[in-house]
RNA sequence: CGGGAUGUGGCUCAGUCUGGUAGAGCGCCUGGUUCGGGACCAGGAGACCGGAGGUUCAAAUCCUCUCAUCCCGACCA
């Protein structure tokens, strides 16, 4: 492509409405345009990008058995209502009416869909295991899309669902489709790691999150060096030692704390760790008020402390509810003298410990020397708190660190959710009619772009790994006075695209430092430079974008000499050529 | 949905406090000189200052309403 003609308007400087540097750079390269808040338009190099991820995913989805189909973005209503998610989805679910006044949604997951298909045509165990999968456009309306491409509100996401007679069946599904992201991550050049997730209220099954590692993940997730055992961090778990238990203290006393809202403000208060503190939170769960105790310098996790409770609706509760419940002011609740009917539970690191200080339950006051054992009717201890840097890990009690990450793939075993309330059935061997077991497994196809441009960049722009770069080669021509040059880059423009190798080729009258910094911000993997001196001495310079490192080509017998640094700068992002 | 901020040529911004009829850099067009890491000179095009209403002799500037975008938070198959 002769970029002469092509359609890639860089900027010089960063737009004012981007934050992160993926968003920075796609926007500065002309890979995208916002259009309107959290969507976007691709343009020619943004297509391609995403074009090569696409063809990646499908790859391996076809490897693995996955069959690909095309389902309809625009939804009706009564598939939502089948399963109850047109209540329960929220804001996020862009609905509107057609002319006839019918209620419709734009597609943000496809279980509905698939799972209707589905129920409609399989019949027999015959007909299973079956896997479906597309690559569509979904539209979330988002609270907040932010970061570019990173959330987004229309965004191309490619899921697929999986239909088995049994559980087994069904596992292996699973671990097929964990399998085969492993291997499209790899291929797209990506770092990432999976993790184990949450399985939310769905319940029983198990999930994975594939996480490209970056500092601008909007998760984080907790790792262990000396093992494999990596989880996102609303799921982590840790390696508990009990404690050996307290000394006994001397008795329960209330001591004014005036003005001391916060647990570092007690504890500097009371001249006492703030491991001594006993954090309450009051939450309201499914309607009930739950007090929840942890240790003051620790976070009550919520999504554990959701599954404990087996609740389906948890939030803090309201400043006017802590008033109630505790008659004090926000700041002030403890485990003592709570009004009302509420359920007392504690972090399991609390069990047996003496001489702590909690709220009083009366505005400006704690007590101290508190044995929640002596004192407390705690109903039940529980590992309630999120893992910290230097926590154990649960499989090899080695310490474990905390990273960030971008999610760009969810595997998930849903079991029957979707079979049960659409009634999707077989019948088996003998005859018998059963609820067919359903996966779904979902990848961030244009998040995956914005994925890779966090993980590989520098100041001067993006570094595409190779596999997934709108081209391979940038072929700058430095023409000058030097007529020979254009001629020259031609030939050579004909070469590559001869051994199937895409080149945007720079053929502007523009100065040579436009040049350079316009294919360095495009992040093409392999840049080659010709100009009339290499040209008088028979060769042509090259450079890989991702290590900056500069050889010379020679240009009798340049095919060879070619096919051997390709090989090199593939091999650098850990990628084989034959294979990719 | 709460809190904060910003809307001025294609892009990045100044001007707003203290009202007097719009400016810079980049980009674009023409000509010339340049030509291996974002050139220089000369000339030029391009903005009803997000929108509506109001105050005033006079509004980008002050007031009211409204729309949009971004940031923080809450939320998140």
């Known amino acids: 492509m002769r970029l002469s003609r092509y359609y890639a308007p860089t900027l010089k400087e960063d737009p004012a409405d981007a934050e992160i540097v993926s968003h920075k750079l796609l926007v500065r390269a002309g890979f995208i345009r916002q259009l309107t808040s959290g969507i976007y338009t691709f343009m020619p190099m943004g297509l391609r990008c995403l074009n090569k991820v696409a063809a990646i995913i499908k790859e391996e989805m076809d490897r693995a058995g996955a069959i690909q189909v095309h389902l309809p973005m625009v939804q009706p209503a009564e598939l939502w209502k089948e399963t109850g998610r047109w209540n329960i989805y929220g804001k996020e679910l862009l609905r509107f009416k057609d002319r006839k006044d019918s209620d419709y949604c734009l597609g943000p997951t496809h279980e509905e869909v698939v799972t209707h298909l589905v129920r409609g045509e399989v019949r027999s165990y015959r007909q299973l295991p079956l896997n479906l999968y597309q690559i569509q456009t979904k539209f979330r309306d988002e609270m907040r899309p932010r970061f570019g491409l990173m959330r987004c509100r229309e965004f191309v996401m490619k899921d697929a669902y999986s239909f088995d007679a049994d559980d087994t069946g069904a596992d292996s599904s699973y671990w097929s489709m964990y399998e085969a992201y492993g291997r499209a991550f790899s291929r797209l050049g990506l770092k990432f790691k999976a993790v184990e997730a949450d399985s939310g209220p769905i319940g029983g099954s198990f999930s994975h999150e594939f996480m490209v590692l970056a500092a601008t993940g909007e998760d984080t997730i907790a790792t262990c060096a000396a093992c494999d055992y990596a989880a996102n961090l609303e799921k982590a778990q840790f390696h508990f030692e009990p404690g050996v238990g307290g000394e006994p203290c001397p008795p329960l006393e209330t001591v004014a704390t005036p003005g001391t809202h916060t647990v570092a403000e007690v504890?500097?208060?009371?001249?006492?760790?703030?491991?001594?503190?006993?954090?309450?939170?009051?939450?309201?769960?499914?309607?009930?008020?739950?007090?929840?105790?942890?240790?003051?310098?620790?976070?009550?996790?919520?999504?554990?402390?959701?599954?404990?409770?087996?609740?389906?609706?948890?939030?803090?509760?309201?400043?006017?509810?802590?008033?109630?419940?505790?008659?004090?002011?926000?700041?002030?609740?403890?485990?003592?003298?709570?009004?009302?009917?509420?359920r007392l539970v504690a972090d399991q690191e609390l069990q047996g410990m003496t001489d702590l200080v909690a709220g009083a339950n009366q505005t400006d006051a704690h007590v101290r020397h508190l044995d929640l054992a002596r004192d407390a009717r705690v109903t039940q201890y529980a590992d309630l708190r999120t893992v910290v840097e230097g926590d154990l890990c649960p499989k090899c009690r080695t310490d474990m660190t905390l990273t960030r990450g971008i999610e760009v793939g969810h595997v998930f075993k849903l079991g029957l959710k979707y079979s049960k309330s659409m009634e999707a059935t077989f019948l088996d061997e003998a005859g018998q009619k059963q609820h067919l077991i359903m996966g779904c497994y979902g990848i961030g196809v244009s998040r995956i772009i914005a994925a890779a441009i966090e993980q590989n960049h520098d100041e001067h722009g993006i570094k595409f790994p190779p596999s997934i770069a709108p081209f391979e080669v940038g072929l700058i021509e430095l023409a000058g006075k030097d007529a020979a040059v254009p001629a020259a880059a031609a030939?050579?423009?004909?070469?590559?695209?001869?051994?199937?190798?895409?080149?945007?080729?720079?053929?502007?009258?523009?100065?040579?430092?436009?040049?350079?910094?316009?294919?360095?911000?495009?992040?093409?993997?392999?840049?080659?430079?010709?100009g009339g001196k290499g040209l008088a001495r028979g060769v042509v310079e090259a450079k890989d974008r991702r290590t900056g490192e500069k050889t010379e080509l020679p240009l009798a017998g340049f095919a060879g000499a070619f096919a051997a640094f390709r090989r090199q700068v593939w091999a650098g992002w850990g990628l084989d050529l034959e294979l990719v």
């Open 491 to 530: 030939e050579l423009y004909e070469t590559l695209s001869g051994l199937g190798v895409e080149v945007l080729w720079d053929d502007r009258e523009e100065r040579p430092g436009v040049k350079f910094n316009d294919i360095d911000l495009f992040g093409l993997p392999i840049q080659l430079v010709i």
């Open 267 to 342: 504890a500097a208060f009371l001249g006492v760790p703030a491991a001594r503190v006993v954090k309450t939170l009051l939450y309201e769960a499914d309607g009930h008020v739950v007090a929840v105790l942890v240790r003051g310098d620790r976070e009550v996790n919520e999504v554990k402390l959701k599954n404990f409770l087996g609740a389906t609706d948890l939030e803090l509760a309201a400043p006017e509810l802590v008033r109630l419940v505790s008659g004090a002011e926000v700041g002030f609740a403890g485990p003592l003298g709570l009004k009302g009917e509420v």
